[in-house]
């Protein structure tokens, strides 16, 4: 298994070594790089063993895997039989086709509530709205009308 370490060329390995000769000097470079294949060793070896406690956990017949497979998509396919896949799919269509089906059909009603909704407005009496409007405006009248009491320092 061969790591990718970051998709980094040699020209970007070059110019990071130029940048780190201009940062901290020649005579440092050595030991930073040192200190940097450290760290990436310890890094490796943290992956490499939470891979094998992974499989561990797992059991035997996935003895073979590999981190790539812990994908859910991955992992699904060598977990669940093709033919079983397939019937999965057809059902996913099935249900996607009711969903579009639901959603028309709830466009119509709401077309057909709106249209009962303005036979309802027109059927109403005149008078019955007239009546409505007026105590609409008492109410806004008697909620409008303020306290005109002067402060206490204004009275004579």
Known sequence: MTPMVLNLGGGDF????????VLFGPEKVPEL?????RIV????GIANNATDQI??????????LKPSDLKPANLINMVIPAET???????????ESM???LA?????????????????TETVSPPAVKSANIASDAAADASSS??????????T
Do not use: C, I, N
């Not at 499989?55 to 073979?64: M, R, S, V």
């Not at 028309?104 to 309802?120: E, F, S, Y």
């Open 55 to 64: 499989k561990a956990e797992l059991g035997p017949e996935f003895a073979d």
């Open 33 to 37: 790089a040192k200190k940097l294949g």
């Open 85 to 95: 896949q397939s019937e999965l799919q057809s059902m996913r269509a099935e249900l």
């Open 14 to 21: 070059l110019a990071l070594a130029l940048l780190a000769a």
């Open 146 to 155: 303020k306290s005109t009491a002067k402060p206490f320092w204004m009275t």
């Open 104 to 120: 028309q059909l709830q466009k119509d009603t709401a077309g057909d509530v709106r249209l009962l909704a303005d036979q309802v």
């Open 99 to 101: 969903r579009t089906s």
């Open 41 to 44: 060793q310890f890094l490796r």
